[in-house]
């Protein structure tokens, strides 16, 4: 259960991403937020893993070309996800950009189902269906 206990908490620290950016974005350009928002992001991931004591698993971490490249895109996958995001919130109401922003969930299940093989169940399902629903209806 403990995968349950660090979604939460991420899902905390995402709802706050979007209240702090927000207020954040009053009277700036949302692209360099975004980029000013990723130095202070990289630079704090970089002490985490220094006090974990983790830094000297960087180097082979790069030379697996494969997973590299997969992290590579997973990277720019997100700078551009955050890209969008505060362009979205520069301009709409958290309340609406927020609910859209987890279609991503929708959109992530799809594709695991579809190129990862994964399998969800029939409640599952519903839950990824009411998420849909529930997008739908805060863009009313």
């Known amino acids: 259960m403990s995968w349950l206990i660090f979604a939460l908490l991420s899902a905390v620290c995402a709802a706050l991403v979007g209240i702090f950016g927000k207020i954040g974005l009053a009277n700036i350009d949302a692209n360099t937020a975004t980029a000013v928002r990723a130095i202070i992001m990289a ?9 974990e004591g983790n830094l000297a698993k960087i180097p082979s971490i790069i030379a697996d070309k494969k997973s590299f490249m997969w992290i590579v895109l997973s990277g720019m996958a997100g ?3 955050w890209i969008f995001y505060f362009l979205a919130l520069k301009t709409g109401k958290v309340t609406q950009v927020a609910p859209v922003d987890k279609l991503s969930v929708v959109l992530a299940t799809i594709i695991a189902i579809l190129f990862l093989g994964e399998k969800i169940s029939l409640l599952n399902g519903l839950g990824i269906a009411l ?8 863009t009313l």
């Open 43 to 51: 630079a704090f991931l970089v002490i985490v893993v220094g006090i």
């Open 79 to 81: 700078a551009t996800s």
């Open 131 to 138: 998420i849909t629903i529930g997008v739908i209806l805060t």
